[in-house]
């Protein structure tokens, strides 16, 4: 028969591969995001997010300046707002034939996502990640 200490040991064990498994899904690096950003969004809104990416020159309207859209909205950053930017991005409703295919950002599993009306949103994980990158870069 096992001993009661085995038998908290284990439960410890068990318990630590939870919060490993927990803390590795739900928070998607930072660079996770930066990468994505600089694949799908700099050419446009600059290396740094300020609007002056190569294919900004000319355009009209200029790409947004990322780095000030937390400032612009009363200093909290709009989670609803990029969503939903993204998500118009991805259904053709927004941007030219020079729009990047945003497909990949849908892709991984879902993870939850704090929008601006306090309610946890399922996310894909790199639009997650894009998301907590683009808040990083406000000033
Ligand atoms: C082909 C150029 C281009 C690319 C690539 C691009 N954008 Fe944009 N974006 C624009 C332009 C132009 C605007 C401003 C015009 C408008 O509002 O439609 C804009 C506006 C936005 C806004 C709205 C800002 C506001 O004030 O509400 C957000 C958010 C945004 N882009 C995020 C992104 C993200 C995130 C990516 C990458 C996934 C991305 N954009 C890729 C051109 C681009």
Same mark, same amino acid.
């Not at 300020?50 to 780095?67: F, I, Q, S, V, W």
């Not at 409703?93 to 991984?108: C, N």
């Given at each position: 028969m096992m001993q009661p200490k085995m038998f908290a040991m284990m439960g410890g064990l068990a318990g630590a591969v939870l919060i490993l498994a927990c803390t590795t899904q739900d928070m998607p690096e930072n660079r996770e995001g930066a990468a994505i950003y600089a694949e799908n969004?700099?050419?446009?809104?600059g290396a740094t997010g300020?609007?002056? /990416? %190569? @294919?900004?020159?000319?355009?009209? =309207? @200029? =790409? @947004?300046?990322?780095?000030l859209l937390a400032r612009d909205n009363g200093g909290a950053f709009p989670v609803s707002r990029v969503l939903s930017q993204v998500d118009g991005y991805l259904k053709g %409703?927004?941007?030219? #034939? #020079?729009? =990047? +295919?945003? /497909?990949?950002?849908? +892709? /991984?599993d879902l993870v939850p996502v704090e929008t601006d009306d306090g309610v946890m949103t399922p996310t894909p994980r790199p639009l997650a990640a894009l998301l907590a990158y683009l808040e990083t870069v406000q000033r």
């Open positions: 969004c700099a050419m446009c809104h300020r609007g002056n /990416g %190569e @294919a900004a020159a000319g355009m009209t =309207p @200029a =790409p @947004a300046d990322l780095t %409703e927004k941007g030219g #034939d #020079d729009m =990047p +295919e945003f /497909g990949a950002l849908l +892709e /991984g």
